[in-house]
């Protein structure tokens, strides 16, 4: 993982503009929370260009070291805040 923290650290960097290198010392940032996002954002992001998913999906699962079908559920699961509640009897 540390391969991929660095990755996701220099990401963070870009995208935003923030060292989080000391936000992971500290803890404050779980390194499978941001590489999730930073999947997500990317894949849009590629989405955009045209790209067909199988090959975005496969070029992000070699960069990230995911499979491709939990990119799928990154991408495709409504997160459960958003999630509608059944209505109780």
Do not use: C
């Not at 503009?17 to 590489?35: E, S």
């Amino acid at each position: 993982m540390d391969g991929i923290k660095d990755l996701i650290i220099s990401e963070l960097n870009q995208i935003t503009g923030i060292d989080a290198g000391k936000l992971f010392d500290m803890g404050l940032i779980p390194a499978n929370h941001a590489r999730n996002w930073i999947v997500r954002k990317k894949y849009f992001e590629m989405a955009k260009t045209g790209r067909t998913y199988f090959d975005i999906k496969l070029e992000l699962s070699v960069e990230y070291g995911l499979s491709m079908s939990m990119i799928e559920k990154l991408v495709y699961r409504r997160p459960h805040h958003l999630t509608p509640k059944s209505p109780t009897p």
